[in-house]
C-alpha cells in the first residue's frame, strides 16, 4: 500500500507536484493513466493498439534516450493524440545524482520531448531539484502505481491493484517496459475494461489546470 499510493507525508515531500486532481463535481469520475519509461518497439506499439481498441487516451513519460533511439514511437505517440512527458534523459533517481546533473539531464531530454510535463524516475527528487524544475514544469506524481514492473506480483495482482486503490482524479502508473510487459499483457486490457464498466472517463493531463489535492 506504501508503494502503490503514497502516503500523505510523502505527498508534503513534494509538496510542487500534483499527486491527484480534484472531484468536478456531478456524477463522472475521471482518471489520467499514464506510461513511464518508454518508447520501446517491444511494447509500446502493443500499449498504443491497446489504447486504441478502447478509445483510451494516456500520458507517456518517456525516457530521452529511448526517444532517442526511436523517435518514430516518439512521433506515433503524438500523432495518436497522446501526451508525453519528460521522464530525464537517462532514468536518472534524483536523490542519487547533484542537482546541476539532475537538471542538466532533464534538459538535454527537453530538447528531444518539448514538453511542459515532468515526472521524476523512482518519484525522487532534492528539493533543490523539486524547487528549480517547478520553475518551466508541471512536476506530475501519481496517486497510484499498478507496480506491473514487480516480477513479485502477477497481472491479476496489477489488475487488484487497479481495483482496490482507483479513484476520483487518480493519476494512475503503468509502464512500458520490458520490466513490465510479462504483466502488462493481461493487465492492461483488464484494468481498462473495469475502469470503463466503472464509469471512469480518461482525461490527458494537459486537459487540467495545476490543482491536485
Not at 143 to 161: G, M, P, W
Not at 184 to 207: K, N
Amino acid at each position: 500500500m506504501l508503494i502503490e499510493r503514497p502516503p500523505e507525508w510523502f505527498r508534503r515531500l513534494v509538496a510542487r507536484g500534483e499527486f491527484r486532481f480534484p472531484a468536478e463535481g456531478g456524477n463522472g469520475k475521471r482518471v489520467f493513466l499514464t506510461f513511464d519509461d518508454g518508447p520501446i518497439p517491444e511494447v509500446t506499439p502493443w500499449v498504443l493498439d491497446t489504447l486504441d481498441r478502447y478509445g483510451v487516451k494516456a500520458t507517456f513519460f518517456m525516457v530521452g534516450d529511448n526517444a532517442a533511439r526511436y523517435p518514430e514511437l516518439l512521433r506515433e505517440v503524438a500523432a495518436r493524440g497522446h501526451d508525453i512527458g519528460n521522464h530525464t534523459r537517462h532514468h536518472l533517481q534524483g536523490a542519487k545524482v547533484t542537482t546541476r546533473r539532475y537538471l542538466r539531464d532533464v534538459s538535454e531530454a527537453d530538447t528531444l520531448l518539448a514538453t511542459p510535463l515532468f515526472r521524476p524516475p523512482h518519484g525522487w527528487l532534492r528539493p533543490r531539484q523539486a524547487i528549480a524544475l517547478s520553475r518551466k514544469y508541471r512536476i506530475i506524481m501519481y496517486d497510484l502505481v499498478t507496480r506491473d514492473y514487480s516480477r513479485r506480483l502477477t497481472a491479476d495482482d496489477v489488475v487488484d491493484n487497479v481495483k482496490r486503490l482507483s479513484r476520483d482524479g487518480s493519476i494512475i502508473v503503468f509502464h512500458d517496459s520490458l520490466k513490465s510487459w510479462p504483466r502488462l499483457q493481461r493487465a492492461l486490457p483488464e484494468s481498462l475494461e473495469w475502469l470503463l464498466a466503472e464509469g471512469y472517463e480518461f482525461r490527458l493531463l494537459s486537459e487540467t489546470g495545476q490543482k491536485q489535492s
